[in-house]
């Protein structure tokens, strides 16, 4: 995967700004959010009645959140399917999400923990997953563990890959980014972290790099509608 050439300075530069606008509030309230969700998942017992309920209608915010972000038309791309998912069954999978990553087992598993969930592959456990887009997956992981995942998307996709043309040809091209991909793309955001890290002493998470590349997306690739 080539790399688009930003310096370190402007990632914090460029952050340091986006934390400030007023389009970045609800991500913050759902990173809040996602910490409780965290610690609610990563205990031995099992959550309440009314902490599954929070969990669920967390991940509904999160599909709202995201699709909300598509300021093209994105109605022929992608259809909103989590509320179709009880509240067990989504405790379920994120639970063995948190396992998986707290065994550091590889991203493609990661991923293949949430694509049972309907809106997120509806796939059936241990079923291929390699043509299950990871937008929404990926989505979730950003908000409760953005210090190893950025959402994948195809804005994102086109300014790490460099791409020219429309964004209608790039949006097609990259509409399926599977978890192999996926995967490449987690990587990269934390390359970038720990290379902005390295140089200037400063931290910024992986989630936080895939923020910066997807407000830069908007500048190189500006919105049909804007």
């Known amino acids: 995967m080539p790399e ?9 530069e460029r952050f340091e700004k986006i934390q400030k606008a007023e389009s970045f509030k609800a991500t913050k309230l759902l ?4 910490k409780r969700v965290r610690n609610i998942v990563k205990k031995h017992t099992l959550p309440t009645g009314e902490q ?10 999160i599909e709202e959140w995201k699709y909300g972000m598509e300021v093209d038309n994105c109605t022929p791309y992608y259809q909103r399917h989590v509320a179709k998912n009880c509240s067990a069954s989504i405790v379920i999978a994120l639970t063995k999400t948190h396992r998986s990553i707290a065994r550091n087992e590889p991203d493609a598993v990661v991923l293949s923990n949430l694509n049972c969930l309907k809106g997120m592959g509806s796939v059936k456990e241990g079923a291929d997953i390699s043509l299950t887009r990871q937008k929404m997956a990926s989505s979730v992981l950003r908000l409760i ?8 998307d195809w804005r994102v996709a086109a300014v790490v890959n460099i791409e020219t043309g429309s964004n ?4 097609d091209k990259y509409d399926v980014i599977n978890a192999e991909e996926a995967s490449k793309m987690f990587e990269l955001y934390r390359q970038y972290s720990a290379a902005v890290y390295q140089e200037t002493g400063k931290k910024i998470l992986p989630g936080d790099i ?8 908007l500048e190189l690739y500006p919105p049909n509608n804007a």
């Open 145 to 152: 563990y953005p210090e190893k995942y950025g959402v994948v």
């Open 210 to 217: 895939e923020t910066v590349l997807f407000h830069l997306s």
């Open 168 to 171: 209608k040809k790039l949006r």
């Open 4 to 12: 688009i050439i930003i310096r370190s300075e402007e990632y914090l």
């Open 52 to 61: 599954c309920d929070f969990i669920r209608e967390f991940f509904l915010e």
């Open 31 to 34: 990173i809040e959010k996602g």
